[in-house]
């Protein structure tokens, strides 16, 4: 998982016997290539890629070449494994060329028709070194301190048990080496949480049951190794990695396809964000800064194409076309320039009704009008958060005044934080509690019954000039004095 994945595309016909109406290259006016052209392809086959850390934990560099088909309507057919690696990373191969379906057909006489193609897949990884294969785990060693220790001193470990493809799969065993053998000190259980996933794919609205799998280390309150959400045929949906200190760095979407919708590579400061469209063609590369509740405070847009392929922003300047996709900042249609919104945008609606119209300077909103039932609404910031009257101070301050410990929870000395979410309505009075993550059941009771109180004591959100319902999540904080 953590190592150096390369694609390189090639294009060439093989020979055979093929069916009358599968041409190879040289027999076509226009020979078939992947729309968005090569790097795009290279790039959306690297980030689906998932080399298997069974074939590749002591490093791996080869390539798998598939033929194919690819058919009139830019989707391959016909993939088979002309010469291989080994089962893994065959069938890893087979699967992520399937999933581009943006490929421009051969022509005949202006006609789109079928053409036969060999493309490679380059596996090559750096070895793994924390992989055990006889554990089938990575193995993390280190003192009582948590610092790195040397593997010849082995005398505290972590493992993180994973599947071939290095997704968790298992609890994670914190173990100490007595003699000769290495006992298991304690664990971290692998939680499963079923729940219906929102999602939303060519313009419709759907929900399906869906499974999050993730380890938390409650004594040092941080995520470890991963966050895996899956649908109950066991395809991946999200994941998310994290590094040792519990900080995340890499999380991936996928549509139900398997094809991956976005990326996200995380920095200290700036993230990189990638998103696809259903196809596999590139939709965008944005720069996102985030504030300290991971809410996007700017983005610069620095690639955007259309679903057909071409550029329409390059480099940070040109004009984006809102097509559906979600890109994060980036909604409506209007000019960009240094990577930001500037003049006039607008929106519209599938009827071409008008829905707003906003003004930019060097991506700062001066003025915006939203329309709506035949109403106007004027607004000088896109989108404002639900806030406690007072601020955070006073939201905090009110919790910590009102809580009721429970007595039973006291006796048995449970402490820590009960993860709870809700709406804040249009009047600033709140609904649909919901803990998603409690400590025990008396203090979780405590906890949605002090957000009732809440209710009324909050200034609703607002975007584009009209208040609107905003799901919220606090954590609330139990200790005893």
Known sequence: MKGILTCVFLL??????FAQQIYQSTEVETAANPGGG??????????????PIKSSFRGLKGRVFVNAVVEPDGSL???????????????????????????????????????????????????????????QSLVHYF????GSNRIDDQKNRRCIPVDDFGFINGDVLFQEKEGTKWLTKFSVPLKKEEFWKQINENGEADSISAVSLSTRNEQSNSTIYQVLQRDQKGMILDFSEYAEDGKITLSKSFFSTGAIREMTIYGNDKHQHFHWYENGLLSGIVEMTDDVFKRPLTSIIKEFYDRGGNQLVKNGNGYFVDQGNSIPGFDGTGEVRNGVKEGTWIAKSKDSTLLYE?????????????FDKGEKFEYTEVEVMPEFSGGSAAMYRYLSQNIKYPKDAAKKNITGRVFTTFVVCE?????????????HESID??????????????????QRGKKVKVKFNLPINFQLQ
């Open 358 to 370: 906003e003004f930019y300077e060097k991506g700062n909103l001066t003025k915006g009008t939203s």
């Open 12 to 17: 060439t016909s093989f020979t055979g016997v």
């Open 427 to 439: 009047d600033g009075t709140l609904c649909d509690f919901k803990v998603l993550k409690g400590l």
């Open 143 to 146: 003192d009582k301190k948590g």
């Open 77 to 135: 057919s016909n993939l088979s494994v002309l010469r291989g690696i080994d089962e893994l990373c065959n069938k890893e191969a087979i699967r992520v060329l399937s999933l581009y379906k943006a490929w421009k057909p051969a022509i005949i006489k202006k006609e789109a028709v079928r053409q036969a193609v060999v493309l490679p897949v380059v596996f090559k990884s750096d070895p793994v070194e924390s992989y055990d294969s006889t554990l």
């Open 38 to 51: 090569e790097d795009v392809f290279n790039h959306f086959i690297a980030s689906n890629l998932r080399p």
């Open 445 to 462: 009771n405590e906890a949605v019954r002090v957000l009732k109180g809440m209710s009324g004591k909050w200034e609703p959100g607002w």
